[in-house]
């Protein structure tokens, strides 16, 4: 019982992060061809790029400050910018929209999906296809003929 809760938790929590992966990967692609760039300020860029990080920027936008990533080919420079950054109300934020998050949608689905393999129960035997006694009496009538 405890191990089926368990799995059950896990897949809820993968479903839910699925959708909530591919809603925000769909609303910053809305956003980016429906909306206009913004002119923002950029303070500090971080231009470093590893396996595990991004270049990032921090710019400021009325008069907040935002903490983003940004494409590693772009050639920004401080100063004044309308021509990278877009702006989302919803989750208060100003990304530079990236094509390749896109990719990542259908990696999310398939560990969803592949999360009900863990409902396959590793303990419970299975049969054979046929058991030693046909065999034994199919050989005895081939010996007789």
């Avoid at 990533?69 to 990304?95: A, C, Q, W």
């Avoid at 949608?105 to 058991?131: E, G, N, Q």
Wanted: some cysteine; proline content about 4%; hydrophobic content about 40%.
């Amino acid at each position: 019982m405890k191990r089926k809760l368990m799995i059950a938790l896990i897949n809820v929590v993968l479903g839910l992060f699925a959708i909530y992966y591919s809603f925000f990967i769909r609303r910053e692609a809305f956003i980016a061809s429906h909306h206009n760039f913004i002119a923002c300020q950029i303070i500090q860029l971080y231009p470093k790029s590893g396996s595990r990080t991004h270049p990032t920027a921090r710019v400021i936008y009325h008069g907040k400050e935002y903490f983003t990533n940004i494409r590693s080919g772009e050639n920004l420079n401080i100063g004044y910018n309308d021509t990278t950054f877009h702006y989302d109300p919803l989750f208060d934020k100003v990304f530079c929209r990236n094509q390749r998050a896109d990719k990542g949608i259908p990696l999310v689905f398939l560990l969803f999906l592949s999360s009900f393999l863990l409902w396959i129960d590793p303990s419970v035997k299975r049969s054979k296809a046929r058991p030693k006694t046909q065999v034994l009496e199919c050989n005895q009538n081939k010996t007789t003929k």
